[in-house]
């Protein structure tokens, strides 16, 4: 199932801060963030496994919670680059295979 | 690494023609995925591979599309015949798998290939 992401849009002055959601109504394997700039691929940003993991720099960071069903991307003292739509992308393991499925993304606007 | 590799970047067909994308996958990556992006459905898994293997292709919208991965160095995602609301972003990706755990790692993205249908 696609997981659901919050919110859709975020417009930040350069230096605030911003928070992203991702949520399933399941447990999860994992969870991937990625980043897509306009006119651009998508870029990976990290991937958590385990709940209750926290990774990531001072700048963009993301946790994962114990029951492995919601993750948030942290994006600290914004700067203009970090512009662009970011995606959360979750992966469930089964007998038959994988399943993945990549949330409906948040577009984020810094502004001087 | 060149990375990912998909051509063409940009193709202009008319309805109705066959349309062949194909992609060139990082060496040594097991998986290769195949995604499309349009403004009102987002980013699309429609299908993926692991070894060569199609493992998941209930992505594909329909009949008209086909992919084929015949060796660990190029896939190719056709479209037969096209349709205007075939329109979009196809990209491809592969990534390598976390040791010992059958989950992906990272997934790298070729530029896209960008598809108009008129």
């Known amino acids: 199932q696609q997981p659901v992401q919050s919110p859709q849009a975020v417009i930040l002055r350069e230096g605030e801060d911003a928070v992203i959601n991702c949520s399933s109504s399941?447990?999860?394997?994992?969870v991937h963030w990625y980043r897509q700039k306009h006119g651009e691929a998508p870029v990976f940003l990290m991937i958590l496994l385990k709940g209750g993991e926290q990774k990531g720099h001072e700048k963009i960071s993301a946790s994962f919670n114990e029951k492995k069903q919601q993750s948030s991307l942290y994006l600290t003292a914004s700067q203009l680059s970090y512009s662009g739509t970011y995606f959360c992308?979750?992966?469930?393991?089964?007998?038959?295979?994988?399943?993945?499925?990549f949330g409906t993304g948040t577009s984020l606007t810094v502004i001087p | 690494d060149a990375g990912v590799i998909q051509s063409p970047r940009h193709e202009v067909t008319e309805m109705g023609q066959e349309v062949t994308l194909r992609c060139k996958p990082i060496s040594g990556h097991d998986y290769l995925f195949w995604y499309r992006q349009t403004m009102m459905r987002g980013l699309e898994l429609l299908i993926y591979f692991n070894n060569n293997v199609p493992i998941d292709d209930s992505g594909m919208p329909e009949d008209r599309f086909s992919a084929k991965m015949p060796n660990a160095s190029f896939s190719t995602l056709k479209i037969q015949p096209s349709e205007p609301r075939d329109s979009a972003v196809y990209f491809c990706?592969?990534?390598?798998?976390?040791?010992?755990?059958?989950?992906?790692?990272?997934?790298?993205f070729g530029q896209g290939t960008r598809l108009t249908v008129v």
């Open positions: 399941k447990a999860l394997y994992s």
């Open positions: 990706a592969s990534s390598p798998p976390i040791r010992g755990s059958g989950l992906r790692d990272e997934a790298f």
């Open positions: 992308g979750t992966e469930d393991l089964f007998s038959t295979g994988n399943q993945f499925y």
